[in-house]
């Protein structure tokens, strides 16, 4: 039998650090655009932020499609459709 894990823990784990990730940001943002104004080894914060953020969510939001069992169709699962051939000549409209 086959036994199919959800993954809740994983869901909410990574549901929990984007909210506390965005609440963060938004509670000091000040504070963080600052420091990213500074220059230096500051000036990548706004791109390393941007990849933690897009990890995070990502995460969050593939493990909660699983949760759900909501999966995306696989090459080998949809249906072939036929092409219906087309005539030699196409018909000419006489006036």
Do not use: C
Not at 28 to 46: E, K, M, N, V
């Amino acid at each position: 039998m086959t036994h199919s894990t959800k993954p809740v823990g994983r869901t909410l784990v990574f549901g929990a650090l984007t909210a506390a990730f965005y609440t963060g940001f938004f509670a000091y943002g000040d504070t963080i655009a600052a420091h990213f104004a500074q220059g230096s080894l500051w000036a990548a914060g706004p791109i390393a932020t941007v990849f933690a953020v897009s990890y995070l969510h990502g995460e969050f939001a593939s493990n909660l499609w699983a949760t759900l069992g909501i999966s995306a169709v696989r090459k080998h699962e949809r249906t072939t459709v036929t092409a219906t051939k087309r005539p030699a000549q196409r018909p000419t409209l006489h006036a």
